[in-house]
């Protein structure tokens, strides 16, 4: 029952942690999820056996897979030499170099713990690299630099730790034998991840072949894969299991597309699937570290022979080491680098090179396999100072990229990271392609567009076919089924005209919503000078517009979205239920008059918008044609909604499957458009992929709600 319940809070710290980081998205979630693992162990005392080959097992061999499978294999293949170096020999030097300044730091440690100790800190955990990376904005090359590395050095750094570790503990140590055993796990890892997984993609095509479409089983059997490969490599081959599922991950992502579009409901669940695990698996690592960090901390500040305060000042020395090694590294590298760039230039990417090079989860997995006593039976030199500076190193690498990378890279949040909510417009890492047979060149790349411009044609092309089936009927769903597209429209050109420091549309819309108001408020007017209506009517609804103008002044344009909004839509709705049954509504005049306003000065606004454009020194041309439609058809929505109502024509029943209908005809339309931008060239493979399953997504949606 113990382990239930410790799964169980595991999750709920994962989900938790999530939560925060929607509200604080400057708190990289990784960091979260460690302060409730630490703080959940102080409060309620958890412990957890920590088994380092379960561990990589159930969490390294999954995420490392699942990287590799997503990882751009042309970035890979661009930048091989660069990560070859950063992960083999980078690692090796940190571990001899690295190791020798740290003995230098702490004496009483022997010199093959200390390169034990810079062995297991110089791998880059790529969890820890992802997460951090959505709060800054790195370099393209920096970023897949470090990812590329990440899946590497973990092999090389662990069978260094392992190495120096033997050499500690027995005090023997044979290069031959060392360097012969590091090249058969690596080999004999590669050789396992690809043969393995070369297995794998012939049962799945003869599956495909036969017919053999079971959604569950084929799911489970993707799923499956990195976790029998990483068995059967490191348990009966003594290889590298994680080479193995990276090889395995690279590979099958190359070759899924043979089968990959006669499985599209496969592949899609498998994604889904793997999302959620990823998500899990992601937070729970880190929440495990975070419960392991009060332990690897308790023995060094408990302890009489080491002083707290000078342990905290060593991991800031040992960070700082680190951080030299791997900059200096970077900086002399460029030098090589045929690109004649200026040495400040050089020096700004060998920092963001360093400090992105985060410690992670796997780099406490290792130090916890330190052990207790040596071989001749006595305790394990200065192990409780070795733990308590790797997780301190761990903690400080997280919070000095989040402090020092941003001053050199740059803010955003538009870099997609591993565990995070699955966005239909960042996952164009689904389904990739192998980018080696992608080697056409394009004749006219400057072309393509991007996957916010690729939308807005689907979205408008969506629009015009609502427009060719508008008739008499039907024009109250074919209005609002466009007012929903034309939000979604007006959303992605904001973002576009962000990204280029513009806010034509914003501005656009205040003017235009500011002209239609200030006309409403004039019909409202002559209304109440004609005795049309009554003074209440008038007074509610000068309100209201008053309102609607002071916050356009503010700079605020209509609709409002968000919480407050809904908020207080829900609640006009009650009032309103309530006036009905017990106010001054159950007056028919009164609702009438309501009715009768609320058209006029639709009508009115759509008139004094037509007049104020046709004005000789106005500049139709210079207004956002999307601001402008937006605003018409929201209007005439409205028009159209009375009209119904008025003559009681307003059925609820048709009126849905008025909409049901429409919208599927709106999506055959949208799928026309991209079939269209596919074939004249004008998306990339990653692009028209995440807009299939963005179509796929909105079909399933709107059939499932109908089938409800």
């Avoid at 050499?167 to 590091?182: M, P």
């Avoid at 023995?299 to 000078?310: H, P």
């Avoid at 903690?395 to 966005?423: C, V």
């Amino acid at each position: 029952m113990a382990i239930v319940e410790t799964i169980l809070g595991l999750i709920i710290i994962v989900l938790f942690s999530n939560l925060i980081n929607h509200y604080f998205q400057w708190i990289p979630v990784s960091l979260v999820q460690i302060f409730l693992g630490t703080l959940t162990t102080l409060v309620f005392n958890l412990k957890i056996d920590l088994d380092p080959s379960w561990f990589l097992l159930l969490f390294i061999a999954p995420l490392l897979y699942n990287d590799g499978r997503r990882f751009p294999r042309k970035e890979l293949w661009k930048l091989k030499g660069a990560i070859f170096n950063n992960a083999i020999l980078l690692v090796f030097l940190t571990m001899l170099f690295g190791g020798f300044l740290i003995t230098l730091l702490i004496p009483k440690l022997p010199l093959p713990v200390g390169m034990a100790l810079a062995a297991v800190l110089a791998p880059t955990d790529p969890v820890a690299v992802h997460s951090i990376s959505k709060q800054v904005k790195l370099p393209d090359n920096i970023l897949h630099l470090v990812s590329g590395e990440s899946l590497i050095n973990d092999a090389s750094g662990l069978i260094g730790f392992k190495y120096a570790l033997a050499v500690a503990v027995t005090g023997y140590f044979s290069l031959s034998h060392a360097v012969g055993d590091f090249f058969y796990v690596a080999i004999m890892g590669s050789l396992a991840g690809f043969l393995l997984i070369g297995l794998v993609i012939l049962i799945i095509e003869w599956l495909v072949v036969k017919g053999f479409n079971d959604v569950v089983f084929n799911t489970v059997l993707q799923v499956a894969v990195p976790f029998i490969i990483y068995l059967i490599t490191e348990k009966y081959l003594h290889a590298s299991g994680v080479i193995a599922v990276v090889v395995a991950g690279v590979f099958f992502a190359s070759q899924r597309n043979n089968f990959v579009s006669v499985q599209p409901e496969i592949n899609l669940v498998t994604e889904r699937t793997w999302d959620i695990i990823v998500y899990l698996l992601n937070g729970t690592m880190f929440a495990i570290l975070g419960v392991e960090l009060p332990v690897a901390m308790k023995g060094a500040i408990q302890s009489d022979q080491v002083d707290t305060f000078r342990a905290l000042w060593l991991v800031i020395e040992v960070w700082i080491i680190l951080l030299l090694i791997r900059v200096g590294w970077t900086f002399i590298y460029q030098l090589f680098d045929q690109q004649h760039n200026s040495w400040r230039f050089r020096l700004r990417i060998a920092l963001i090179s360093g400090l992105s090079g985060v410690r992670g989860a796997i780099t406490m997995a290792g130090a916890l396999t330190i052990p207790l006593q040596l071989a001749d039976g006595s305790p394990f030199p200065e192990r409780s100072l070795v733990l308590f500076v790797v997780a301190g190193v761990i903690i400080l690498s997280m919070l000095m990229a989040i402090i020092l990378l941003p001053l050199f890279a740059g803010k955003t949040l538009d870099i997609q990271t591993r565990g995070a909510n699955a966005d239909l417009s960042t996952s164009k890492s689904l389904l990739d392609e192998d980018d080696e047979d992608d080697e056409e060149t394009t004749t006219a790349e400057e072309n393509l567009l991007n996957l916010n411009q690729a939308k807005l044609y689907l979205l408008k092309n969506a629009v015009r076919s609502l427009e060719e089936q508008r008739r008499q009927h039907n024009q109250l769903a074919v209005y609002q089924l466009i007012l929903e597209y034309q939000y979604l429209i007006k959303r992605l050109e904001i973002a576009e005209e962000q990204s280029v420091g513009d806010s034509g549309i914003v501005q656009d819309e205040l003017d235009l919503n500011r002209v239609a108001i200030k006309g409403e408020l004039r019909e409202l007017q002559r209304l109440y000078q004609t005795n049309q209506i009554r003074e209440k009517v008038y007074l509610r609804f000068k309100q209201t517009l008053t309102k609607q103008l002071k916050g356009i002044n503010h700079g605020l344009t209509l609709p409002q979205f968000g919480l407050i909004l809904n908020l207080r839509l829900s609640w006009r709705k009650i009032y309103r239920q309530i006036l009905i049954r017990w106010g001054t509504q159950q007056d028919e005049k009164y609702m009438v008059e309501v009715r009768l306003v609320e058209r006029a000065l639709a009508k009115s606004a759509i008139k004094t918008l037509s007049e104020y454009l046709r004005k000789p020194d106005v500049n139709e041309q210079a207004f956002n044609r999307e601001a402008i439609y937006h605003l018409i058809i929201r209007y005439r929505s409205l028009i159209e909604k009375q009209k119904k109502q008025q003559e009681n024509q307003l059925d609820p029943a048709v009126y849905q499957q008025q909409l049901r209908n429409l919208h599927l005809r709106s999506i055959s339309a949208q799928r026309v458009s991209l079939q269209y931008l596919i074939e004249q060239g004008y998306l990339d493979r990653h692009s028209a992929v995440a807009l299939r399953q963005y179509i796929n997504h909105e079909e399933n949606l709107l059939l499932r709600v109908s089938s409800v």
